[in-house]
């Protein structure tokens, strides 16, 4: 199956953890990463969860997950040890257009979480659609180990300047040169870093309309 890969905003937006275990504690953190309004379903919490619901991180029901429980989700995980209870989450997500992932379980997922490589707001996804997660985690320190640290630092300060191309040239082939070039060079936040300088130069030469 071909799968459609995708960054997905959740900050406030609701979502549903059925269980509160090992396998659903680093879902709960991922969730947790994107800024999204989690509640946890489960009769029993490890310790890590607890906490976190204890600190108003999120919101925990001691309970059995029940039909209905996904009113209103905009997305769920199915985290708990009991394959019957997975798929009644699916179901019910299914019914509802909640997206869904049941752990460990490729077949009754609507998504998959992949392993990541993070550098600030750089992020580099790795999937193989459930087939090894493994591997993806191999690959993921693969990719760690060779990307530079300051990575994200770089990124920052190349959105800063994108920006103020974007907010001095119009948008053409020109423009769009000059990205793409700058995206190759080293930037630096100071006033005189030699792409900044050049970006300005250039900026001289790609006026908008009526500036000329």
């Known amino acids: 199956m071909s799968l459609f890969p995708i960054f997905l905003k959740l900050a406030a937006r609701p979502c549903v953890v059925v269980g509160a275990g090992n396998l659903a504690e680093s879902k709960i953190e991922s969730l947790q990463a994107a800024n999204a309004q989690i509640t946890v379903i489960a009769p029993e919490a490890n310790e890590r969860i607890q906490d976190l619901a204890a600190a108003g991180e999120i919101e925990y029901h001691q309970r059995p997950y029940a039909d209905g429980d996904l009113t209103g989700s905009f997305l769920v995980v199915a985290a708990t040890n009991v394959p019957a209870v997975n798929r009644a989450v699916f179901a019910e997500a299914t019914a509802k257009g909640v ?28 999937s193989t659609a459930g087939a090894s997660p493994a591997l993806a985690q191999k690959i993921r320190k693969d990719i760690n180990a060779q990307l530079p640290l300051d ?42 870093c030699p792409s900044r300088l050049l970006a300005r130069e250039h900026a001289k030469t790609n006026p908008p309309e009526g500036k000329a």
């Open 99 to 126: 997206l869904c992932n049941a752990v460990d379980d490729p077949p009754f997922c609507d998504f998959y979480f992949p392993s990541v490589v993070r550098r600030g707001d750089l992020q580099i996804a790795i």
């Open 151 to 192: 990575a994200g630092e770089w990124l920052a300060d190349l959105g800063h300047l994108r920006r103020e191309v974007v907010a001095a040239e119009p948008l053409n082939d020109d423009r769009k040169w000059l990205l793409h070039q700058l995206a190759q060079r080293e930037v630096c936040g100071y006033d005189q």
